[in-house]
């Protein structure tokens, strides 16, 4: 006991010392020499001018899973690899899509990958806990400042815990930092769903009550952004009342609005009207300043095939190592008109654009048309995977080198884009099919496809699907609705390749209480001997 007590004590003061590393290294304009004098706990928790650099701290920690490179950059891409709309081709990525990592305890995708969700958003809740104790204690600040402050890292804090929650499902929560007095209480039990949604509630309507609508800095926490995220914990608790409210506000506060076609969404460094809260990787940004490699991962290997070379027009560099399924495919082919298939959300086509090694018969400017998907030839079906199948351009940053797979591209988080569909479904749930209609063909509007004239269900998570995809809230959404399983065991990956993976077809695999992670082993050694592992994992 007490050589466990003696690691989660060493751990916990290494993460104190890895976050001010972080914050010293956030960037130099914002922070100025404010860390050089004093780089203590004292200066950062203790001050006004330590309170803001903790908070910079923060967007810096948020960045840290999307920016990870391990495993091929596959750990932000888990929640994609798992949803119902992706096939797994191979990589890293695909050994989570066809469950031979990150559905049991003792793989390696557990420990290596599942395992960075838990560690990474516990370590935000306890700098934001330690900011907020700290401005909540300062008597020598601005008003406005300190429920700044307060606002922000309630956001973060409400952001880990409902994103533990939702993966996890049997988590702890707590208010309180780690100092040297509590490092030694370990959690002996999970926190009530009432407890978590109670925090979650609080955080979000103080952030909304004190946060404004804009920010002078791009990726900075605003009022729209936490109404977002209000609506979405209220869409949890079957609360439409609270979720209506929240999107309408939104929607009719002024400040945003839908980018007026579907290339401008992704285009550029995302600072537009529709973006709520992205996540800054431009350098010399608030909590910027590295790169991820999500583009590679999930454009084809296109460039392999004959007559064919690295290009902006066809996504840059790619792997090919996730991509869309049949499913998804065929959701947003239903309307012929639907433009985010277009190169704009979505590559469908790679264009011939090396006249040296052309194969014969073909021009530049066709498309690549050399592999079939075949049911029946594994080594056919693989090239038309790797090299042709459609490919995800929400992450392409056409500002770097064709053959680099390294972007500084931001990642959108939330966008209004989904405000619009959670009020659509929340509208439906409280019998305003009218309003329910209107929000949803605003994004179909957008998308140059045709309206609907009904609405259940089924219309807004095909709907989620083609305009959401590979954002990652499909995995979210399918669990709070209850269709994840039924969803999952009818769409996920490609039957062809299912049956081609040597460990076995993963939706013989699948089980229902898969809809909950494991708690990584090493996690769990940390918490009281009684803390209780989701069902089906002991």
Request: hydrophobic share 35%.
């Amino acid at each position: 006991m007490k050589n466990r007590d003696r690691y989660t004590f060493l751990k916990r003061l290494f993460t104190l010392v890895m976050t001010l590393a972080l914050v010293s290294s956030c960037d130099d304009d914002l922070l100025e020499d404010k860390l050089l004098s004093d780089t203590s706990v004292d200066f950062l928790y203790s001050t006004p001018e330590g309170l803001e650099s903790a908070v910079v701290g923060l967007y810096t920690l948020n960045r840290e899973i999307y920016q990870d490179l391990s495993l091929n950059g596959t750990i932000p891409l888990i929640l994609q690899a798992k949803s119902d709309l992706g096939v797994g081709i191979t990589g890293e990525v695909s050994l989570y899509s066809r469950l031979l990592w990150g559905a049991s305890l003792g793989d390696y995708g557990t420990t290596a990958g599942i395992s960075a969700y838990w560690v990474r958003n516990y370590k935000i809740v306890d700098r934001a806990n330690a900011i907020i104790k700290g401005a909540e204690e300062l008597d020598n600040i601005d008003s406005e400042l300190k429920n700044q402050i307060l606002a922000e890292a309630k956001c973060m804090r409400a952001q880990a815990y409902f994103t533990l929650y939702r993966l996890f499902n049997n988590i702890y929560i707590t208010t309180e930092p780690t100092t040297p007095e509590n490092a030694f209480e370990v959690p002996q039990d999970k926190s009530s769903v009432d407890d978590i949604f109670a925090l979650l509630r609080s955080d979000l309507d103080f952030a909304i009550e004190n946060l404004d609508y804009t920010t002078e800095q791009f990726g900075r926490w605003n009022q729209g952004a936490a109404r977002h995220l209000r609506a979405k914990v209220a869409m949890w608790e079957n609360d439409w009342s609270e979720a209506v409210d929240q999107t309408e506000a939104v929607l009719n506060s002024g400040s945003y609005s839908l980018a007026p076609t579907t290339k401008d969404v992704f285009a550029g460094e995302l600072d537009h009207g529709e973006t709520l809260f992205a996540i800054n990787f431009e350098k010399e940004t608030i909590g910027g300043g590295g790169p991820h490699i999500m583009n590679w991962n999930m454009v084809s290997s296109y460039a392999d095939a004959p007559g064919l070379v690295h290009s902006v027009e066809n996504g840059g560099s790619g792997a090919g190592f996730i991509s869309l399924n049949n499913y998804m495919i065929d959701l947003l082919n239903e309307d012929p008109n639907d433009d985010r298939k277009d190169n704009t959300y979505y590559i469908f086509s790679y264009a011939y654009n090396d006249e040296s090694t052309l194969p014969e018969g073909k021009v530049l400017g066709d498309p690549l048309d050399l592999y079939e998907n075949s049911d029946t030839d594994q080594n056919e079906f693989m090239l038309y995977y790797r090299r042709q199948n459609p490919g995800v351009l929400k992450f392409f940053d056409e500002n770097v080198e064709p053959t680099d797979r390294n972007h500084y591209k931001n990642i959108m988080v939330y966008r209004l884009a989904e405000t619009y569909l959670i009020a659509a479904e929340a509208q439906m749930m409280l019998g305003n099919n009218a309003k329910a209609l209107e929000h949803l063909n605003t994004v179909r509007a957008r998308a140059n496809a045709a309206p609907v004239s009904s609405i259940d269900l089924q219309t807004v998570l095909d709907e989620r699907a083609r305009e959401l995809g590979f954002e990652g809230q499909r995995w979210y959404t399918l669990k709070r609705t209850g269709k994840l399983y039924e969803f999952l065991l009818d769409h996920m990956n490609n039957d062809n390749m299912n049956e081609s993976y040597p460990e076995g077809n993963p939706k013989t695999i699948l089980r229902e209480y898969m809809q909950n992670w494991p708690i990584p082993q090493e996690q769990m050694d940390l918490l009281g001997p009684n803390y209780p592992q989701n069902e089906g994992y002991n």
